[in-house]
């Protein structure tokens, strides 16, 4: 993932451990994949951004969930 | 002198056969009331595993009722309707006779959720599809909430009425995994109203990405098929039809492509999710034989049916997963067992099939926020 990575707000809870849910876009060009928070309407296969190295339309190929790093 | 030495002797004397008696009266007590303490005690633990029951399903049911109310701006107050969801039953056929049992179950499970989408569809009659797919889940999950909590009650009051410390007993063993269970389902609502994909959508998820420049079919009701060409084979590839959160019908879907399409399949490969036993990592993949299906028992019928008649081996590739990681949001360590799950359909299809050969490929599971 090179693109920069904002925090995004705090989605979807499980048990009691907290998540960021996020989309990935990958460009079907050049590779490229760009993570970031997911929005409400993502879904994977939707087209996404174009592609911030070439240019292309990407697609959103995975949505997933991490747990949330606390700060130490 | 001595007569302070007797005193104390006395009071010493007093001291222990008091304890003496509350000894004895206590065991007398333990003897006599002991199962009514412990059902109290016990009785005392149900109740407040119940509460939490309760708040589970009273939070489910007005999720749903914001849900509908935040997306149709539905006709008139929706809460009586949705209310009344909640009640409803579905009674199973009887199985004195079980000769054709299954095409019955499937009928009545059929009806049933034609019944149930109608109504949303009715309810919230600008939504998009997706809306009322959502809004079907959270509703399906407000009342298994209802029932569960309904259930426990019956035999918790049932326990107290009889006192019967050995129902009560039963009840408090099973309380931490209905508990569990529960609290699966309630989490669930979150990822269910925001759209997003759910560890159950690894098999779709899968298989969309064989599917995504070649034309659509539907070949079942919510369930689509594409045909392309893989490696020099013909290869079939179906899931329910996304971004919806549908399950679709793989099992009428298979039977169809070989029998009234006239398919003549090599192999079949289903990817599922699958539980994974206490200790196993989730995204774990295993490797198998047999159709790789859920729910009910109807769509599973259907293929082994169809496979067995015509010869079709049937593969499986399983994600492991829990309860709880199957219906909230997908975990990036389950995403991450799709190389894996990729590199195992290539070799099976490699080593199981020969060139010119027809391979069906199924993602079985909810396909929400997964298109294709
Ligand atoms: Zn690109």
Same mark, same amino acid.
């Given at each position: ?42 879904? &994977? ?28 | ?103 019955? &179950? ?41 029932? &569960? ?173 829990? &309860? ?49």
């Amino acid at each position: 993932m090179s693109s920069p990575q904002p925090s995004p707000p705090q989605q979807g809870t499980s048990g009691k451990a907290k998540f960021n849910v996020y989309t990935i876009e990958e460009c079907p060009a050049c590779g490229q994949k760009t993570k970031r928070a997911f929005q409400v309407g993502d879904y &994977i296969t939707k087209d996404g951004a174009n592609c911030s190295k070439c240019g292309n339309a990407t697609k959103i190929t995975l949505i997933y969930a991490e747990p949330v790093v606390k700060a130490k | 002198m001595p007569a302070l030495t007797n005193m104390s002797l006395q009071f010493g004397n007093n001291v222990s056969s008091l304890l003496n008696i509350v000894w004895l009266l206590s065991f007398f007590v333990f003897i006599v009331y002991g199962q009514r303490i412990q059902v109290y005690i016990v009785g005392n633990d149900i109740s407040r595993a119940l509460n939490k029951l309760k708040l589970m399903k009273d939070r489910s049911r007005k999720e749903a009722v914001d849900y509908f109310n935040g997306t149709g701006k539905a006709s008139g107050d929706p809460t009586t309707r949705i209310d009344e969801f909640l009640e409803y039953v579905t009674i199973m056929p009887v199985d004195l006779d079980p000769q054709g049992i299954v095409g019955k &179950i499937e009928h009545i499970t059929e009806t049933r959720d034609e019944r149930v989408r109608s109504e949303v569809r009715k309810m919230l009659p600008s939504a998009e599809p997706i809306k009322v797919s959502v809004a079907e889940n959270i509703l399906e999950i407000a009342s298994s909430l209802n029932m &569960i909590h309904k259930i426990v009650r019956h035999y918790y009051l049932l326990g107290k009425k009889t006192n019967s410390y050995i129902l009560l007993v039963q009840l408090q063993m099973i309380m931490p995994q209905v508990l569990m269970e529960a609290d699966a389902l309630i989490n669930a609502v979150d990822t269910f109203k925001l759209g997003q994909p759910v560890g159950d959508g690894i098999g779709p998820i899968i298989a969309s990405k064989y599917m995504l420049t070649a034309p659509k079919q539907v070949v079942a009701k919510d369930t689509v098929m594409t045909v392309s060409e893989y490696k020099g084979r013909t290869l079939y590839v179906l899931k329910a039809e996304g971004p919806m959160g549908y399950v679709g019908e793989p099992g009428v879907a298979i039977q169809r492509v070989i029998e009234e399409m006239n398919v003549p399949l090599n192999a079949i490969i289903m990817v599922d999710a699958a539980l994974k036993l206490e200790g196993e990592k989730t995204g774990d993949v295993a490797e198998g034989i047999g159709a790789a299906i859920g729910g009910i028992g109807t769509d599973k019928f259907r293929i082994e049916e169809v496979s067995s008649k015509h010869k079709v081996p049937v593969y499986a590739i399983l994600v492991k997963q829990s &309860i709880l990681e199957a219906i909230t949001v997908m975990r990036k360590e389950i995403t991450d067992a799709s190389d894996r799950v990729h590199t195992l359909i290539g070799n099976l299809i490699e080593e199981k099939t020969k060139e010119g050969d027809k391979v069906l490929l199924a993602g079985i599971g909810n396909t929400l926020g997964v298109g294709q």
